[in-house]
């Protein structure tokens, strides 16, 4: 007999606990937590291209391969989750109560966090075979509420921060709440591998001794699997150009050369390339136009709670427009693309207190960006082959971030902070690094940054025209006939065991 949330065996409620499915979900957690140090890059960006005399292009294309190994590395695959989005605000708060303002410390403390995180819990992480429970969708909204009220707390907390100087200590109080709210869902695993325990335990005394018979089943001829297996291998060839319906299961080669796929490609190339780019680049920003330092840590502390959200609301809120209203999810994309566009120009066109507001859109536009995409890939071209497909679409990110931000912003940065240099008659020297104060340096690369997302989101609008014939069908109806299949075939045998 197999147990939900079990490993199988017997054993003390601790090894239920740590064993159990919980557990590792609160451990994909706290990892998805601390892999959101990725966009903290603008905390820290400045003491590196001080310390190394970097100009911005060189800096920025440190940055792009900070973004390549967050979407191409091993972890990717984990983190599309919400907490990476407020891992960044929770690390934030950690930061400055044991290292204050301190920042060269915190490249240190982004060094070892994670890597020791993600070490702790690495037998945690595993394929496990488990029954479903009837109460599993509300032990996940119990740990969303949680998240929720975690995100409000930093919120609030961020809130007061900006309107008087916190000390040493007072950072430490919040994040020690931080830290109790982030641990809070063990109190939920605790409480269900409880159940699984006792219920395990019970049955395990009632149940009478089993006999174990063994049947092998008839061997399969050889020569016939062989055969298939070649013929499945030229099809894969011959059929790159003949697509599946959209919702079947695409190979891989007819999900990379489809239209759809391309065009969703380049959508997410201007969107997420523009918002990555802002993230990225926000030390440098609040430096150009004249805010603290005390502010920059305030506007990543913001992008990444409106991360966390975006992603929270992107999914829930497409999912019932679409089941309710026949929504189209890339309409959504869309929509998405154009409100980034408001980030984007706020950020050129600067006035007082405006990138309080372009780190909030520009934050929630890049959390709802992730799930959207995604949702996109597995409805169109099938589960089959979806996490292939995921990798795929993740580098459209990278690929966005170095065409924006070190090919237009980067370039263009240099290029007036030359221009300030020369016009004070100074000279730039090698191993100097290059900076530029004032609302130009920044002004016209966010200008073609949102051109580009709009661009972006003209491509969005053209996937929705080549799908909405696909979107206005019931999608999940496969999804329904395939849950249904296999309780037919159980009733169908019984019927026949009877007869």
């Known amino acids: 007999m197999m147990f939900s949330g079990s490993d199988g065996g017997g054993g003390s409620l601790a090894k239920q606990i740590i064993t159990g499915r919980w557990f590792m979900v609160f451990a994909s957690f706290l990892i998805m937590s601390a892999s959101g140090a990725t966009y903290m890059f ?3 960006s400045a003491d590196i291209k001080s310390s190394l005399g970097y100009d911005q292009t060189t800096l920025n294309l440190l940055s792009f391969f900070k973004d ?4 191409v590395g091993i972890l990717s695959g984990l983190i599309n989750e919400g907490f990476v989005g407020l891992g960044g ?3 934030t708060q950690i930061y400055h109560a044991v290292y204050g303002d301190d920042s060269k410390s915190l490249i240190l403390f982004l060094g070892w966090l994670p890597a020791v995180i993600s070490f702790v819990f690495l037998r945690t992480i595993r394929i496990m075979k488990v029954i479903r429970q009837a109460n599993e969708l509300k032990i996940f909204y119990s740990s969303l509420y949680m998240s929720l009220g975690l995100a409000g707390f930093l919120m609030i907390i961020i809130i ?3 309107e008087g100087n916190f000390s040493r200590g007072e950072y430490g109080g919040s994040a020690a709440a931080v830290v109790i709210l982030l641990f809070l869902p063990v109190v939920v695993v605790i409480k269900e591998e409880n159940v699984l325990w006792k219920r395990k335990k019970q049955q395990l005394d009632n149940s009478p001794p089993l006999e174990l018979v063994t049947q092998l089943p008839p061997p399969s001829p050889p020569m016939a699997a062989t055969a298939t297996q070649e013929d499945e291998d030229i099809s894969c060839w011959r059929n790159i150009f003949k697509p ?4 079947d299961d695409y190979t891989i080669l007819q999900a990379l050369f489809s239209i759809d796929m391309l065009i969703l490609f380049l959508a997410t190339i201007c969107g997420v390339g523009g918002t990555l780019t802002a993230i990225d680049n926000l030390g440098q920003i609040g430096t150009s136009l004249r805010y603290p330092k005390r502010s920059i840590s305030t506007f990543v502390s913001l992008v990444s709670i409106w991360n966390y959200l975006g992603r929270v609301v992107a999914g829930f809120v497409s999912e019932i427009f679409l089941t309710k209203y026949k929504f189209p999810r890339p309409l959504m994309l869309t929509l998405t693309l154009v409100l980034s566009c408001v980030g984007h120009l706020l950020i050129a066109f600067h006035v007082r207190n405006s990138l309080y507001v372009a780190s909030i859109i520009i934050g929630f536009c890049f959390g709802a960006q992730w799930p959207l995409l995604f949702a996109i890939i597995s409805e169109i071209f099938g589960l089959k082959y979806y996490s292939t497909l995921y990798n795929f679409g993740s580098v459209a990110s990278p690929i966005g971030s170095y065409l924006l931000n070190v090919r237009v912003t980067g370039y263009l940065y240099d290029k007036e902070a030359d221009k ?3 016009a004070l008659g100074r000279v730039t020297r090698h191993g100097e690094d290059l900076n530029c104060i004032g609302d130009e340096c ?5 200008i073609i940054i949102a051109s580009v997302t709009l661009l972006g989101a003209i491509f969005s609008i053209i996937l929705v025209v080549r799908t909405r014939k696909f979107y206005q069908s019931d999608i999940y109806k496969k999804f329904r006939e395939e849950e249904k ?10 019927g026949a065991d009877g007869g």
């Open 42 to 44: 603008g905390l820290y």
């Open 68 to 71: 390549l190994g967050a979407n």
């Open 89 to 91: 605000a929770i690390i």
């Open 160 to 162: 007061i921060e900006k």
């Open 244 to 247: 599946p319906n959209r919702g």
């Open 420 to 422: 300030q240099m020369k």
């Open 442 to 446: 920044f002004r016209l690369a966010f």
């Open 485 to 494: 299949a296999p309780e037919t075939e159980m009733a169908t045998a019984r």
